[in-house]
């Protein structure tokens, strides 16, 4: 087996759902440039792999992404990220949206690499729980457990923003 043959589906699969697996990476990461570096390796893992997967490829590669994205954070816990804080406009400008997602990436940052896989895998992914856990190969319970332990921290974190701090587009408060 030789070049195309060999890897046959692939393009048709990165060309098709790549935006999707870049947009899961990135919010795996927290920016776009470890979101793509993400998807590279998890996409020459898949190539290491690929005679041997059988069935749903892409399936197969979202799972690579979560555990290398697992395996990154752990590895990673003594070099932390640093994201860009962005100050919000006097006047609202159109970019309120953005802001309000800058704001909850940052939060999502801060949550153990579990919680915030299975928050990613089920708010942003839309999977089911079941979905979720076998992608993560855990069980239905842990897939649970986590997402209710990840969504109250995040609860806790945005609780803390202060109100008159709010864009116009919080509405809280008000």
């Not at 776009?32 to 390796?41: C, S």
């Not at 290398?68 to 070099?79: C, F, G, I, N, P």
Request: hydrophobic residues 40%.
């Amino acid at each position: 087996m030789r070049g195309k043959q060999r890897f046959e589906g692939l393009d048709t699969l990165v060309t098709e759902r790549g935006g999707a697996l870049l947009a899961t990476a990135v919010l795996l990461t927290g920016s776009r440039a470890a979101g793509e570096d993400l998807l590279q390796a998890a996409l020459e893992r898949l190539m290491r792999h690929w005679s041997r997967v059988h069935g749903d490829k892409e399936g197969y590669l979202r799972r690579i992404l979560y555990h290398l994205a697992v395996d990154q954070w752990r590895w990673r816990k003594r070099r932390p990220e640093v994201l860009v804080e962005v100050e919000p406009p006097g006047q609202s400008d159109g970019t309120d949206a953005l802001h309000l997602r800058q704001a909850l990436i940052r939060a999502l940052a801060t949550l153990p690499p579990k919680q915030r896989a299975v928050l990613v895998l089920r708010y942003w992914e839309q999977f089911s729980e079941a979905e979720a856990a076998e992608a993560l190969g855990c069980s239905v319970g842990a897939v649970k457990s986590n997402t209710s332990r990840g969504l109250s921290r995040l609860r806790e974190i945005t609780a803390t923003w202060a109100v008159e701090d709010a864009p116009a587009w919080s509405g809280v408060g008000k």
